[in-house]
T-cell receptor
Framework: GENVEQHPSTLSVQEGDSAVIKCTYS??????FPWYKQELGKRPQLIID?????GEKKDQRIAVTLNKTAKHFSLHITETQPEDSAVYFC??????????FGSGTKLNVKP | EAGVAQSPRYKIIEKRQSVAFWCNPI?????LYWYQQILGQGPKLLIQ????????DSQLPKDRFSAERLKGVDSTLKIQPAKLEDSAVYLC??????????????FGPGTRLTVL
């Protein structure tokens, strides 16, 4: 199966700063790269995704970049706000929509 | 559009007892997933259905866990007998169609299981 690693495991930033979370994966056949946000006690929710034929995608303050050669993709959050505080999971997809979730990154945005 | 429904939301049982969880996916979604999320970890896929057929159950502990989706709509996940290490949130998710690769999956609220 897919080996997925996320770094860092925890990240603390000041409100207004940027945050970057990196996800590395092992299966070169992976073709879809989503990021999920999970607030405490809530369900995971998709916040942004990218497909293997695209290098970067942006949605307001959130962006995802993909490096297929190096087998990693990253989540970028700019102008962070306290409501961005949550656990973020990457879940690269391969082989018939198999989602393998990373171990998560806990982001804390300090006001 | 109604979301993925799960019940119960919380369950407390003693070890060696049995428990069942129910999931109703978004209407029209052919693919259904069951995940186990242990506190502090990412969701781990247990089983994946396409309509009423199993696509992947390689990570399902089959000696104690079972799941079915008989009519290709709602699904039940059962644990019998439960162990302490089964304490987790069980998440159900659905997506439109396995053939639409890749496809966004939508999660239900989860069932929090505590095994004493």
């Amino acid at each position: 199966g897919e080996n997925v690693e996320q770094h860092p495991s925890t990240l603390s930033v000041q409100e207004g700063d940027s945050a970057v979370i990196k996800c590395t994966y092992s299966d070169s056949a992976s073709n879809y790269f989503p990021w999920y946000k999970q607030e405490l006690g809530k369900r995971p929710q998709l916040i942004i995704d990218i497909r293997s034929n695209v290098g970067e995608k942006k949605d307001q303050r959130i962006a995802v970049t993909l490096n297929k050669t190096a087998k990693h993709f990253s989540l970028h959050i700019t102008e962070t706000q306290p409501e961005d505080s949550a656990v973020y999971f990457c879940a690269p997809v391969y082989n018939f929509n198999k989602f393998y979730f990373g171990s998560g990154t806990k982001l804390n945005v300090k006001p | 559009e109604a979301g993925v429904a799960q019940s119960p939301r919380y369950k407390i049982i003693e070890k060696r007892q049995s428990v069942a969880f129910w999931c109703n996916p978004i209407s029209g979604h052919a693919t259904l997933y069951w995940y186990q999320q242990i506190l502090g970890q990412g969701p781990k896929l247990l089983i994946q259905f396409q309509n009423n057929g199993v696509v992947d159950d390689s990570q399902l502990p089959k000696d104690r866990f079972s799941a079915e989706r008989l009519k290709g709509v709602d699904s039940t996940l059962k644990i019998q007998p439960a162990k302490l290490e089964d304490s987790a949130v069980y998440l159900c998710a659905s997506s439109l169609d396995l053939d639409r690769v890749p496809d966004t999956q939508y999660f239900g609220p989860g069932t929090r299981l505590t095994v004493l």
